[in-house]
């Protein structure tokens, strides 16, 4: 278990990574930035709330990649397991950052964060079981496309674009926390092996 901690560089990497999403997301929870629509005339409203999820998706997605070729060839440690506990708690820490923050300070696009986290943090272990490259650019790749070309028309979002749904939309937060569960299931299913 040491050797896992030390690998995938908890103290290192996820700690750290984990107090900067909590402090952007403490900073800069209500601020926004107009952003030029792709398929409408208007602008469309990016929130900065909407970038701090990719934090954890992308310290997720590194200390994932760290692996001991030597160490986790030997089929009696459970690999598995340790990484899916890994992400499981790393986005639970992040949702209930984001969650006591969006309490505190009454703001809906914290809350809006920790629904992201879910999504995106599902969307890169989806992806990273397809190709482990594509496990730090899918979740980067979703939030600028749904910024981009999302909106309908200024504050209305298509039905695909998730991550700019309104916090309290229940079948929304339903869908991203199926989305975070079935990559964990693909993260179970699909570590890769290293083979000497």
Known sequence: MIWWYKGRRLTAVVLPGLLAFTLLA??????????????????????LMHLTPLIVTGILAHSLAQQLPEAEDLSVRPI?????????????????????????????????AARNTLFLTGLMLLAGAVHPQAATVAPVAWVFVAAFVGYRDFHRPWPWAVTLH?????????????????????LHHTRRRHTS
């Open 26 to 47: 403490a900073i800069a929870h209500g601020e926004s930035v107009a952003l030029p629509g792709l398929l409408t005339s208007g602008g469309n409203l990016l929130f």
């Open 80 to 112: 598995q397991r340790y990484d899916v506990a890994l992400a499981l708690c790393t986005v639970a820490v992040a949702v209930s950052a984001a969650g006591i923050i969006g309490a505190l300070a009454g703001s809906p696009t914290a809350y809006e």
């Open 166 to 186: 309104r916090a309290g939309y229940v079948p929304t937060f339903f869908f991203c926390l199926v989305v975070f569960l079935c990559g964990l299931v693909a």
